[in-house]
């Protein structure tokens, strides 16, 4: 008859452990890698002119309009305005 009972040795299943350890680690290096250029390849935006103006509305309200132009990071060029009304 066979001598092995069945059980798995332990020297087995540490090894088995570690390679595990070691393949999710190496799964965790290499998709950080590929994320890490990608990410610092997009850049941030500089602002490049920022306006602001306040004035009277008719009703006694203050209307405030504000403008930013930003550079990306690839050449263009995004624009951004707000503007707010405050009513008395």
Same mark, same amino acid.
């Given at each position: 008859?066979?001598?092995?009972?069945?059980?798995?040795?332990?020297?087995?299943?540490?090894?088995?452990?570690?390679? $595990?350890? @070691? %393949?999710?680690?190496?799964? +965790?290096?290499? /998709?950080?890698?590929?994320?890490?250029? =990608?990410? $610092?390849? @997009? %850049?941030?935006?500089?602002? +490049?002119?920022? /306006?602001?103006?306040?004035?009277?509305? =008719?009703?006694?309200?203050?209307?405030?309009?504000?403008?930013?132009?930003?550079?990306?990071?690839?050449?263009?060029?995004?624009?951004?305005?707000?503007?707010?009304?405050?009513?008395?």
């Amino acid at each position: 008859m066979l001598a092995f009972s069945g059980a798995i040795p332990m020297a087995f299943i540490s090894y088995r452990e570690g390679s $595990m350890k @070691t %393949g999710i680690f190496k799964a +965790v290096l290499l /998709s950080t890698a590929m994320v890490f250029p =990608m990410a $610092m390849s @997009t %850049g941030c935006a500089r602002e +490049v002119a920022h /306006s602001e103006s306040e004035r009277d509305t =008719m009703f006694g309200g203050r209307k405030k309009e504000e403008t930013t132009v930003y550079k990306n990071a690839d050449g263009t060029t995004s624009v951004e305005r707000r503007k707010s009304t405050v009513n008395p």
